[in-house]
């Protein structure tokens, strides 16, 4: 899925019982590394899950903090991740690690970014990393609500802590993060694990990333050897154990990102269900973050809600059916379609197997049919395009009915031009309304008609030539077909003749 266009909130003054409460200064998000083993062109933290990319969804957790600055160090793809911020939270500082030396160089060039800016940095500076896309609000306010110490360490307790660093505690304090390589059995037994993200003193910390040395085998500073200072000092460390061990899931490669994606994928069926909406099979349900469902909607398997989709109640939607930023009116059914920017009235009929493309919008008690494909045109009330027609720049007004396999010409190879079809018009099958044209209130077209000029209201519009019958052609010109073979024993007594017979079906339409 792509990504959805939709700005974040920006952060304000976070309140409890009319007082301000622990207000970060900073919250520096960690979003510079390469991301080798996604193997993509496109940066790691841009990749997306729910609608969102992983470092939007660290942004989105951040603000519940309500921090004076959100930071985002960038370095890797950093055009590309510029340009994303600046769309989806231009509110967000960046600042660039030129060269990767380390997570606590990371966070070192970004404290003094900040102060360089004129900052004052009085409060606690929350790290955090930019691929934990499960990370929530809530848990960060947790972290913060009870941190009162040099730092709270954010860990989480896990079945299996295979290649996590493990917290290392000494009477409820943090002593140490130890990492797998470097732990003994017995500490590999610990099954409490950090989640490289972080609440600190700021001043405390600034003084130690100045003591940390690359002195390792990468040649680069941990933000991790900051704890160590910490504890040599008699600093006391903390940790604060997130509610949900999911909540610290990182992503470094696609099968992680599938995980992380399914995972998301349920959190937000689980809210929706619990909100009054009905799945019939929540596994194939994917809904994107910025979706409105109220209750008593009913999504049926295989459908995808993305962007800022809307759905009213009482819809059905589903099954087989993709929306991407469309509003779906009370009551209204949606079966095996694809919508993008289009807008369903209530009461409404969408499908199966139909197409709407952007602009479409459809009025209540509209119709859109089987293999019907509408662009940037208007169905008024009680329309109806029931099926195998095109419909494009086109008004169409209430209660009109477009026959089967119409199609409305609207491109002549350059521009395209607009049709607008009158209220209680009824235009026959298989007809071509070539634009610019339009059809007054109460007319009808004769089917088979290409449609070039205006039709008056209440008048019958016939666009097509006289039907010709060549009698005895198929014994003449086809003798030895199974054709041929039918028609004789169909008539034997007739005899192979040229004679034409000239037919008009528009007699009955003709007046007295």
Same mark, same amino acid.
């Given at each position: 899925?792509? @990504?959805? +266009? ?5 952060? $304000?003054?976070? +309140? ?29 933290? @841009? ?21 004076? =600055?959100?930071?985002?160090? #960038?370095? =890797? *793809? ?5 340009? =994303? ?7 967000? @500082? ?24 004129? %900052? ?52 409820? %304090? ?9 732990? !003994? ?20 910390? *600034? ?9 390792? $085998? ?26 949900? /061990? ?11 990102? %599938? ?37 008593? #909607?009913?999504? @049926? ?7 800022? !989709?809307?759905?009213? $109640? ?9 929306? &991407? ?8 059914? #949606? ?36 293999? &019907? ?6 169905? *008024? ?45 009824? #235009? ?13 209130? *109460? ?18 519009? &016939? ?32 005899? /192979? ?8 079906? !528009? ?6």
């Amino acid at each position: 899925m792509g @990504l959805t +266009r939709i700005r974040l909130r920006r952060p $304000s003054p976070m +309140r409890k019982d009319g007082a301000v409460t622990k207000r970060p200064s900073a919250v520096i998000i960690l979003a510079a590394g390469e991301g080798k083993r996604m193997k993509s062109a496109l940066p790691k933290v @841009l990749h997306p899950i729910a609608g969102r990319s992983l470092v939007g969804h660290v942004i989105e957790a951040a603000a519940h903090l309500e921090p004076e =600055h959100v930071m985002v160090v #960038v370095g =890797h *793809g950093r055009d590309l991740v510029v340009e =994303h911020l600046a769309e989806v939270a231009p509110w967000v @500082l960046t600042v660039v690690q030129e060269e990767q030396l380390g997570t606590g160089h990371a966070v070192r060039i970004a404290l003094e970014d900040l102060l360089g800016r004129g %900052a004052t940095i009085d409060g606690p500076v929350v790290v955090l990393t930019g691929d934990t896309p499960l990370l929530t609000g809530e848990t960060l306010s947790g972290m913060v609500a009870e941190h009162d110490s040099a730092c709270t360490v954010l860990t989480a307790r896990v079945p299996d802590p295979t290649g996590y660093g493990r917290i290392i505690r000494v009477d409820d %304090a943090v002593s140490a993060i130890i990492e797998e390589r470097d732990a !003994t059995d017995a500490q590999r037994s610990i099954d409490e694990i950090n989640s490289g993200m972080y609440a600190f003193d700021a001043a405390l910390l *600034g003084a130690s990333l100045g003591k940390l040395g690359s002195d390792n $085998s990468q040649g680069e500073e941990y933000l991790t050897d900051v704890i160590g200072l910490l504890t040599a000092d008699g600093h006391r460390v903390q940790a604060h154990i997130a509610p949900d /061990a999911d909540d610290i899931r990182g992503v470094n490669d696609r099968a992680q990102l %599938a995980d992380a994606a399914a995972i998301m994928r349920d959190r937000i069926n689980l809210r929706w269900m619990r909100d009054g909406v009905t799945m019939a099979d929540p596994a194939s349900v994917w809904i994107d973050v910025d979706v409105e469902l109220e209750p008593d #909607v009913t999504l @049926l398997p295989q459908t995808i809600l993305r962007g800022p !989709t809307a759905i009213a $109640s009482g819809a059905r939607v589903g099954p087989g059916t993709t929306l &991407v930023s469309c509003e779906v009116g009370a009551d209204s059914e #949606v079966i095996h379609t694809w919508a993008e920017l289009a807008v369903i009235g209530d009461n409404a009929q969408v499908g199966p197997f139909t197409y709407l493309r952007p602009g479409a919008q459809l009025g209540d008690g509209a119709k859109a049919g089987a293999y &019907v494909e509408i662009k940037n045109s208007t169905v *008024g009330d009680r329309a109806k395009v029931p099926h195998l027609s095109y419909v494009g720049d086109a008004e169409i007004g209430e209660g009109t009915n477009i026959g089967a396999a119409t199609v409305f010409v609207n491109y002549d190879g350059r521009d395209k031009h607009r049709t607008v079809v009158g209220r209680d018009v009824r #235009v026959g099958s298989d007809s071509m309304l070539v634009a610019p044209v339009e059809i007054g209130d *109460g007319a009808y077209t004769a089917a088979g008609s290409v449609i070039t000029d205006n039709v008056p209201p209440g008048a019958m519009a &016939v666009g097509r030539a006289r039907q010709r019958n060549i009698e005895g052609w198929v014994e003449r010109r086809r003798p030895d077909s199974s054709s041929a073979a039918a028609a004789r024993a169909a008539a034997p007594s007739n005899e /192979a003749s040229d004679r034409v017979t000239n037919v008009d079906s !528009t007699d009955s339409f003709r007046e007295e």
